[in-house]
């Protein structure tokens, strides 16, 4: 069972949403990239680039925002696992979104990139010893493990999408 203390509290929304107890972090790894695909493979073309209201991010730049954040705690979960003792920067996620050229992209490539990343996010964590899974480490000023890393993964993935569920779809 994971501990609050791996995480800051921001990440209990996350957390809350994947089945610490009964699946493992690559169980749930998968299932949430299964069920990002069956929402996300067959979306209308005029939805690509919808935003459900002036200022909110488009649907591209959601599946972008999915990206980046899994490649940061990817980083961080790596550097921890491997006992880098470096405090870790916060990441702003809007300044992601508006330098990342998400509304340019293929939508198909988008949703490509994610299943890649997602099969390099499993292999990354079955790498990891059960020792190295408990490993603490720093990022935002706040400590984490390499454990809650990756159910953050899973889990911020499945916050999004209930929003797309919700507001885009």
């Known amino acids: 069972m994971i501990s609050k203390t791996e995480y800051a509290p921001y990440f ?12 493992s972090i690559t169980e749930n790894l998968d299932s949430s990239q299964k069920e990002f695909e069956s929402i996300l493979k067959d979306v209308p073309k005029e939805k690509h680039s919808f935003s459900y209201a002036e200022g909110k991010w488009t649907l591209k730049e959601v599946i972008q925002h999915i990206i980046d954040t899994e490649r940061v705690f990817c980083y961080r979960a790596l550097s921890f696992a491997r006992n880098d003792k470096t405090s870790l920067p916060g990441m702003d996620q809007d300044f992601y979104v ?51 890393l990756g159910y953050l993964s899973s889990g911020h993935q499945k916050h999004h999408l209930n929003i797309i569920r919700e507001r885009y779809l």
Request: hydrophobic residues 35%; aromatic residues 6%.
């Open 12 to 23: 209990e929304q996350y957390i809350q949403l994947v089945s610490v107890e009964e699946k």
């Open 98 to 148: 508006e330098n990342d050229n998400a509304n340019q992209r293929d939508y198909n490539d988008l949703i490509e990139e994610m299943s890649a990343l997602r099969k390099s996010t499993i292999q990354l964590y079955k790498s990891f010893s059960d020792e190295a899974l408990l490993r603490i480490g720093i990022a935002s000023n706040n400590e984490m493990s390499v454990r809650a």
